[in-house]
């Protein structure tokens, strides 16, 4: 039979009778993915379409049928309904908030560069934790009020869609996305003479004279606009239009013309936006990962062509550097984006930036320190130059990431550079089942819900507690089994094969997750290092265990599908396939019944290697207890009671010995400590220890359930994305604003004044020396509590002592002369003696005995620095 294919394809979308309209309103802003009522709303339309819809809005309005409308429609109790739902988003939408009270200095805008963002499955624009995060950083910015704006761009495909073959090995199918059909509205010019406005065009000029065209898609979180950019439009030649087509599909010239677009073409959707609106201009720019860090030069190119005051390079660096803050999210060189440093200057020299000087460019991302290769551009690098705030994700994360970068800032001792760190959170409305938070609101009244008041997690009975997780484990097993039969039947399996599937996992078994993506140091197969074991834990008569296992790999990443093949040909075993399952295509749908469902959390990623790792988190604001490696957020958060530490070998193994301590550690915990607990047992020590017989097994395992309640109480306020976002406004956001303002006042006067004393500083540094430093008042046998004066001699090469800050730093000497837990002290100037020699001098206090040391450091000083450390400059005794 022959096929008949459209030539073109376009979304209707439904005209809804008036009484029930603001169900469209509704249905677009994404607020619903993550306000319960609403979804509850939309649910009640049609429950069955809704199910078959997979819960999107748009596609729900969009199958029912105008006679059922029409009915809904005449409904006056629905009606009802949908116009409070209505005013209660208008309400949500205007009434102030938390930031509302922070006062004038809080930055009016914020604008946030992201390559991904993670709302909700239905716009399908994510792949992992980062977009993810990105998503969440947008829902808690609306619900706190913060004025935030999302950039990003719209992918034709988005991630890619995940299935297994008869063999167990990955596929990748990528379904195209019809914007029309998802709830996004193009931007557009104001109408003229009634006819429809223009769609906003933005363009960058590519290498041989070709360009690149986008439009732009809104996107409503909320309060928060996200601006998505496409290159799919009919003025693009075919590759042009094909650079938005897939979320990290290619790589060299396609990867870096999204990153081009991202950023450069970012800044510009975000200005027509601003005049379209009348929206205030961003006085922070976020970058999120260096895929955005483009946005820098965007706005150093606007500042250079100014028609009215055009900046020079160094003012306009300065000024854009004052207002930008960089997030760096991996904690590996292999995760970050770098390009032949030729290939951006090709690009660059097509005129994307004509004001601004190609080598300036290349400058910033070049890795010109030691280890580094300067014939790479660096996203990262160029990132961290162009932004005065920098951040890691988790306290961990940051130390790995002041060690990772330390070449950009040599001769400074590592606690020193300036990349501090904010721990990520999760968007709790977004990742806690209803089930929680209507236990919650039955017990403790909806102002408790809404104060977010974790504590009263203590007050909940046990047997309550308990009930519930029997609850939640249960409604996880009937969405295991559906997608598990459906996986089976991509695979090539008939129906009267999968009778089996109707009993996997057991509702009153410990049930353990582990979902993530799946390159190699995230290590999904720790748990097969000796898969008899695993297997006897699986079947143990007394205390067993059931896993359930998710994960995409990338698609050019065969070590992580190898991974994938060897845990599901495990998993396919008749003998364990009712406790161990793998389900294909992990997404936002799967997550929000697997994070409830579990007990346990598994992470066992390399240390430090797992920046943040924010699905433990989901995993514990629904009571879940973590099962971790000390990595990413669970080492500056575990306490010994809500979850288990699974130690590192730190014996300098091999990677395979390594392995094989850490799996070995791990079924150890599962054997003696996790299972026993959940079961309400013991297990004496010793080999050969029988199993407790069922009568010595509690109801309610109450260890186990004070655990859970110390979980709630402790780590909900602490992992939540309100938390995170107070960070981000109190500590970056308002300081890089105020940076920002003072940059730019009165006709950018101190950017141009730093930007004149940084190259002053620059030229002078190279004979900035500390000649001489003695020490007066230490006695042949010096004790604690002493006063040292410490009198440095310092040549300052036309340089004046307003222009340095020299300061002596002690604390504990090591055998190699190297100083531990360090102390600063800033010394005054005393005396010019002539010839550009300076004396500074000060006093110390021995703070301890034993092994003393001291140094002496010259630092450039300006009011306009963020830190000390931030111009890279130093000069050591």
Known sequence: MALVKAIRRFTVRTVLPEPIRPLA??????????????????????????????????????????????????DGELVNRVQGAAADLDRYLSEPRWYQGLGEDAPACIAYFSPEFGITEVLPQYSGGLGILAGDHLKAASDLGVPLIGVGLLYQAGYFKQSLSRDAWQQETYPVLDPDGLPLTLLRHPAKDGAQGKPVHISLPLPNGRELHAHVWRADVGRVPLLLLDSNVPSNDEAARGITDRLYGGGGDHRLQQELLLGMGGVKALRVYQELTGTPAPEVFHTNEGHAGFLGIERIQEAMSDAHEPLSWDEALAA????????????????????????????????????????????????????????????????????????????????????????????????????????????????????????????????????????????????DVWALRRELRAQLIDDVRRRLRASWKKRGAAD??????????????????????????????????????????????????????????????????????????????????????????YDIAMARTLFPGCDVWLNNPLRPLEACGTSGMKAAINGSLNLSVLDGWWDEMYDGENGWAIPTANNNASSEERDDIEASALYELLETQVAPRFYGTTVAQGAGAAGPSESSRETVPTHWVSMIKHTLANLGPAVSAERMLHDYVNNLYCPAAVSGRRAVAESFKEAKELAAWTSKVRSAWPGVVVEHV????????????????????????????????????????????????????????????????????????????????????????????????????????
């Open 320 to 463: 854009g550097r004052a207002s930008t803050v960089f997030t760096t999210h991996t904690p590996v060189p292999a995760g970050i984006d770098r390009f032949e440093t030729v290939q951006i200057k090709h690009f660059f020299e097509a005129g994307l930036a004509p004001a601004v000087p190609t080598e300036r460019i290349l400058e910033l991302g070049r890795e010109n320190f030691d280890g580094g290769n300067p014939s790479v551009f660096n996203m990262a690098v160029m990132g961290l130059r162009l932004a005065q705030r920098a951040n890691g994700v988790a306290k961990l994360h940051g130390v790995v990431s002041r060690e990772m970068f330390a070449g950009l800032w040599p001769g400074f001792d590592h606690s020193e550079i300036p990349i501090t760190s904010v721990t990520n959170g999760v968007h709790v409305p977004t990742w806690v089942d209803p089930r929680i938070s209507s236990l919650a609101r039955n017990q403790f009244g909806a102002e408790a819900e809404a104060l977010g008041r974790w504590d009263l997690a203590y007050n909940v009975s046990d047997e």
């Open 25 to 74: 309103r509704l249905a677009t802003n994404l607020r619903w993915s993550w306000h319960r009522p609403t979804r509850e709303l939309f649910a009640s339309l049609n429950p069955a379409l809704w199910e078959e819809s997979q819960h999107d809005p748009i596609a729900l309005l969009g199958s029912i049928s105008r006679e059922q409308l029409q009915d809904l429609a005449n």
């Open 774 to 877: 003695d020490s007066v008042g230490v006695s042949e046998e010096p004790q604690v509590g002493d006063t040292l004066q410490v009198n440095a001699y310092v040549a300052l090469n036309n340089l004046t002592p307003d222009d340095v800050s020299v300061e002596v730093a002690f604390g504990r000497a090591e055998d190699t002369d190297e100083l531990e837990d360090i102390v600063v002290a800033e010394l005054d100037s005393l005396e010019d003696l002539g010839g550009g020699r300076h004396l500074f001098s000060g006093s110390l206090v021995i703070n301890r005995s034993g092994s003393f040391g001291y140094t002496v450091r010259v630092f450039p000083k300006h009011s306009a620095l963020a830190s000390k450390a931030e111009l890279g400059l130093i000069a050591n005794a």
């Open 496 to 585: 009267a094969e999968l009778g089996w599937t109707d009993s996997v996992l057991d509702p009153d078994v410990l049930t353990i997750g582990f979902a993530r993506r799946v390159p190699t140091y995230k290590r999904l197969t720790l748990m097969l290092r000796d898969p008899a074991r695993l297997k006897a834990l699986l079947l143990d008569p007394k205390h067993p265990i059931q896993l359930v296992i998710a994960g995409k790999s990338h698609p050019a990443d065969d070590a992580g599908k190898k991974m994938i093949q060897d845990l599901v040909k495990f998993t396919d075993d008749p003998q364990v396939r009712h406790r161990i399952v793998f389900l294909p295509n």
